[in-house]
């Protein structure tokens, strides 16, 4: 089925690790977000790629760094986990650059213990 | 900038009962308003959404959201609910020339028996 896909899906990481979260989408859009869920905190926007070679930050940009590799794809790299990254990762799509309603890949949980 | 307040964390409701579910929202320019919905361990997916015209919008699943720009509200009703509407339900918000969504903190629905 077309949408967004990402990986993985479960993750445990130690205080200090790192790792890359992998996000693809196949409807070519152009804009792709990386957002986190925590209970009673809703989402927040991590970074945000407007269009293929440009990236921004959001509202809680530290500690993550993203790489839009082409169109499709979109990941979010941790370099040192910390235990207040332990969140629900969730990546988002548009078309046209404009915010007519997001798709959302599946997410990823990760724990950082 | 914009802003959401979801005005109620948890909503408990009786299957058959109606229900509303509040959203208000500030903005200094003009908005597109969205209603996600979150089933257990899933993404979020779309309800609804309002970019212009008629004020009444009408989604999937029976629901429907009303906007009311003089009260800066956007509040999401289903005139009868079932079991399987049991999920939590976020409110969202763009400027009409950004990209970006900006999130509520979420309304838990719980239908009971």
């Known amino acids: 089925n077309a949408g967004v896909t990402q990986t993985p899906k479960f993750q445990v990481l130690k205080t200090g690790q790192s790792m890359t979260l992998q996000c693809a989408q196949d409807?070519?859009?152009?804009?792709m977000y990386w957002y986190r869920q925590d209970p009673g905190m809703g989402l927040r926007l991590i970074y945000y790629?407007?269009?293929?070679?440009?990236?921004d930050k959001g509202e809680v940009p530290n500690g993550y760094n993203v790489s839009r590799l082409n169109k499709r794809e979109f990941s979010l790299r941790l370099e040192s986990a910390a235990p207040s990254q332990t969140s629900v990762y969730f990546c988002?799509?548009?078309?046209?650059?404009?915010?007519?309603?997001?798709?959302f890949g599946s997410g990823t949980r990760l724990t950082v213990v | 900038a914009q802003s959401v307040t979801q005005l109620d964390s948890q909503v408990p409701v009786f299957e058959e009962a109606p229900v509303e579910l509040r959203c208000n929202y500030s903005?200094?320019?003009?908005?597109?308003l969205f209603w996600y919905v979150q089933y257990p361990n899933q993404g979020l997916q779309l309800l609804l959404k309002?970019?212009?015209?008629?004020?009444l919008v009408k989604g999937i699943n029976g629901f429907e959201a009303e906007f009311n720009k003089s009260q800066t509200s956007f509040h999401l009703r289903k005139p009868s609910v079932h079991i399987s509407d049991t999920a939590e339900y976020f409110c969202?918000?763009?400027?009409?020339?950004?990209?970006?969504?900006?999130f509520g903190k979420g309304t838990l629905l719980t239908v009971n028996p």
């Open positions: 988002a799509s548009s078309e046209g650059g404009k915010a007519y309603g997001y798709t």
């Open positions: 409807m070519n859009h152009n804009s």
């Open positions: 790629s407007a269009s293929e070679g440009t990236t």
């Open positions: 903005s200094s320019v003009s908005v597109y």
């Open positions: 309002y970019l212009s015209g008629s004020t």
């Open positions: 969202a918000v763009s400027g009409s020339s950004n990209y970006k969504l900006t």
